[in-house]
């Protein structure tokens, strides 16, 4: 998941752009290894839930003193704000990751990322139905050509079995995603993104702890080995990888490239993250997708981007023609 930022439309330096453009490569790639690192648990005998929290406490603990030094002075913002800020911690942060990895825990990595992925299109009817804005024709294409790739990748049409299950909890990811990426683009709260980021993280911490410690939210793990393809590992590095890299470092990662390319362009550059996730889980956990599926994948890629494409349009600002002073205009000699 991209990282949060206000939804401004910035230009890049002209030094800054290659920057930009690999600072965000690297928060896809980053963020995509989730998946797999949880996955690995997961076979080894952790619950999703103990996965996510854990992994939520190890970023929430790396970004405490970043999200401290953040609010020095604006206290009174996260109080103004507490509402939306405990809202996204439940829903864009909790939520969304713990779906995510109920549904990695029973389907292929890529397959519920691409699923979760399809959030824009959520948030275009979103915005369609509760604020009227009515989406361009690029949209509603690009949501068409998404669905379709959707059912190809699913697999449904040659009748293979379908884990139910697996799909609610993707689609409850993909509305996780939404909140975030609509909640993301507040501009204004005067929240600095990497504080609503630490903030939200310890929210989630907090209340999936104690969803655990009350039995409401199953908590298992083990200190087992963790297997994947290319070999074993002690349990504790898939956690601090999981926790640091793919949490914490791809949060920098994404508000840095955000700030020097600006919101629309980081977030195409982030559906990388899918691509990302499909090579990594192919080489570590051995899940290579059927043509189908890759060519729905496909599909739902290119879906998102038309989509996205169209978001662009309906926010371009119509131009506008400033009339001319009279004292200007040329004088036309008799």
Known sequence: MSAVADDMVKVAPRGGTGLGLITALGAAVSFGMSGIFARGLIDAGWSP????????????????????????????????????????????VTAAQLCYFQAVAVMDVGIALLIEYTAPIAVVLWLWIRRGEKPTRRSLLGAAVAFIGLVLMLDILTGAT??????LF????????ATYFVLSGKADTGLPPIALAGLGLLIGALGLTVAGVVGVLPFEWTTDEVEY?????????????????ATALAYFLGIASTRMLGSRLSSFVALAEVVAAMVFSALMLGQVPGLAQAVGGALVLAGVVVVKLGETDAAAPAPTVEPVPSEELPRVSR
């Open 49 to 92: 839930g103990a996965a996510v929290t854990v992994r939520m406490w190890v970023a929430a603990l790396v970004l405490l003193v970043p999200t401290l030094v953040a609010l020095r002075g604006r206290w009174g913002m996260v109080r103004r704000h507490a509402g939306m800020i405990v809202v996204y911690g439940l829903l864009a």
């Open 162 to 167: 379908v884990n139910l299950g697996g799909i």
């Open 170 to 177: 993707a689609l409850g990811a993909m509305v996780g995603a």
């Open 229 to 245: 393809s290319v070999g074993s590992v002690p349990w504790f590095v898939p956690v601090l990888a999981m926790g640091v890299i």
